[in-house]
């Protein structure tokens, strides 16, 4: 086998995949959260911040400088542009500051957290490994519905916007399911699957 240096982990919201990502990291994982380099770009003085205004206007920032999110999910859902020229803005900045991310690890493998692996074109190339951590959509909407500030239907809302199932377990390498499992059971299955990619792969 190939050694397998590079990890993307995806996984829709409330499949278990942060729950994963945080297990890896106990494995030895050099973990690149692209959500959190994403609202970096977005903070105030974030370095997306220039093109954000000139492509949405002073509406799309917020009075201390940083992105307005609940303008642009509103804007991006109602509107698909919009939605395109967003991530055409924020993509190849988040995928240059995460490559100078992962060039810290040293030694360790990396670990890309891509919440929306599946949707983008450049991530699949840039990984050797895909791993997707799936459920059905009642057990995702039953674990968001328990996070402060949501409840079901916002969490239908976020699911009906990210990439299907099918289409994730589609560029996968390995999915684990994570349906009728324990906590433990599932960093289990996550430990044995870096055993297998990583340990096993680096015997000579
Ligand atoms: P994601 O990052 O995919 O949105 P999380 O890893 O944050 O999802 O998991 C969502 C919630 O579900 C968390 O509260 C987590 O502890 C819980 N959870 C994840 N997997 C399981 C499981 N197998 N059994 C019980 N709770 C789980």
Known sequence: MNAVRRIGLTGGIGSGK??????????GAHLVDTDAIARALTLPGGAAMPALAAAFGPQAVAADGA???????????ADPTA???LQAILHPLIGEQAAREAA??????????????????????????????DCTEATQVARVAQRPGWDAEAARRVIAQQAPRAQRRAI?????HNDGIT??????????????????????
């Open 18 to 27: 942060s729950t994963v990502a945080r297990v890896l990291v106990g494995c």
């Open 183 to 204: 906590p433990a059971q599932l960093a289990d299955e996550a430990r044995a699957l870096w055993r297998h990619w990583i340990d096993a792969g680096a015997r000579p």
């Open 104 to 133: 810290a690890a040293g030694d360790r493998p990396v670990l890309f957290d891509v919440p929306l692996l599946a949707e983008s074109r450049h991530w699949r190339a840039r990984v050797d490994r895909v791993l997707v951590v």
């Open 83 to 85: 939605r395109e020229r």
């Open 172 to 176: 996968a390498d390995a999915v684990i």
């Open 67 to 77: 992105l307005d999110r609940e303008h642009m999910r509103r804007l991006a859902f």
